[in-house]
């Protein structure tokens, strides 16, 4: 069972920064594809970002705020999250599996993290 595990979430003021990381104890690490995702009170889980061996994509919502990296080393995928909105405050979630944008693409999940982003 692959159960992977953020970290990083807390309560932030309104252009600060913040980093969330994922560790994902899976031999395969490497060559996995691995997600951020989000969902806020009363919305759809939405996807923020995926990152396969070096290839990062991050969707148009966030890009220029938001940056995947990930550390093969460490078995962890990090989200940096620069210039925070109060729309921003979610859970955030990472995932492993296939990849692509969609939460379909995705076979294991964390339990989320909280992100709060104060006025």
């Known amino acids: 069972q692959v159960q992977p595990v953020e970290s990083g979430g807390g309560l932030v003021q309104a252009g600060g920064p913040l980093r969330l990381s994922c560790a994902a104890s899976?031999?395969?690490?490497?060559?996995?594809?691995m997600g951020w995702f989000r969902q806020a009170p009363g919305k759809e889980r939405e996807f923020l970002a995926t990152?396969?061996?070096?290839?990062?994509y991050v969707t148009d919502s966030v890009t220029g705020r938001f940056t995947i990296s990930r550390d093969n080393a460490k078995n962890t995928v990090y989200l940096q999250m620069n210039s925070l909105l109060p729309e921003d405050t979610a859970v955030y979630y990472c995932?492993?599996?296939?990849?692509?944008?969609?939460?379909?693409?995705?076979?294991?999940w964390g339990q989320g993290t909280q992100v709060t982003v104060s006025s």
């Open positions: 995932a492993v599996g296939p990849g692509g944008v969609s939460s379909a693409g995705y076979d294991w």
């Open positions: 899976i031999p395969t690490f490497s060559r996995s594809a």
């Open positions: 990152i396969s061996g070096s290839r990062a």
